[in-house]
């Protein structure tokens, strides 16, 4: 990619300008960091540095080389855990980071009648996450329960159900092996919403596939934060 963008003598800025893909994710291909970039991503670097329909070919072949096979649902990992390390030069994104910080601001105050939730969507690297692990930070002094992220892995060929989430969720808040055993579907998800009802705590639910992910784990009361 190092290669590409200095032949188009393109700084990443200026690729990240044409492309609409992040700087911090061209950089960190350019590394070696980020092996697995998604179809969209290099399209829309392929565009940035208007290859021609050969070498656009070739950058997408070994883009699709470098993925993994479609592995099982039951396969996947999927851990919540305390927020990855945000972005120190975070700059930009003010309008956004407003609206949702108005949002949390309601439900401290009461205002906001339901937990708040929110969709951050864009397209691939064009910095969702990290928007969502900043707000997360700026929040988790107010959040003595804990501040979450949990992949959904909503690209994968098949995503991981919402059954399958429950579980390292209610684990992570304090459900024991035995009680998860003797839960059903159901119980889980009732256990679920029991406990988020009295949590005071940001959950990042990142990549989700599509509705069907999501709409499950949103609170219905109580005061927790999903983005």
């Known amino acids: 990619m ?6 188009r003598r393109l700084t990443i800025e200026e690729l990240a300008e ?13 590394r070696g960091r980020s092996r697995r970039p998604h179809r969209g991503t290099i399209t829309a670097l392929a565009q940035g540095l208007d290859l021609d329909e050969a070498v656009r070919a070739e950058l997408l072949g070994a883009a699709r080389a470098a993925r993994p096979g479609p592995q099982p649902a039951e396969s996947v990992r ?9 972005v120190r030069d975070f700059v930009g994104r003010r309008a956004e980071l407003s609206a949702l910080r108005a949002l949390a601001r309601e439900a401290d105050e009461g205002r906001a009648g339901a937990p708040p939730a929110a969709v951050v969507c864009g397209p691939p690297g064009s910095g969702k996450t990290t928007l969502a692990v900043r707000l ?27 059954e399958q989430v429950l579980p390292v969720l209610l684990a992570s808040w304090g459900v024991g092996d035995a009680e998860l055993a003797r839960l059903t ?38 005061g927790c934060s999903w983005w």
Do not use: K, W
């Open 2 to 7: 190092r290669e590409l963008r200095q032949s």
């Open 18 to 30: 044409a492309s609409g893909i992040s700087g911090r994710a061209i950089g960190d291909m350019e």
């Open 78 to 86: 999927i851990s919540p855990y305390t927020l990855p390390r945000g």
């Open 136 to 162: 997360a930070e700026e929040l988790a002094a107010s959040c003595p329960d804990g501040t979450f992220l949990v992949d959904l892995r909503g690209l994968d060929r098949r995503p991981p159900p919402v």
């Open 185 to 222: 579907a159901e119980e889980r998800l009732a256990r679920y919403h029991e406990l988020t009802a009295g949590l005071r705590a940001v959950l990042v639910l990142d990549n989700a596939g599509g509705e069907a992910q999501v709409r499950p784990l949103l609170p219905r009361a109580g």
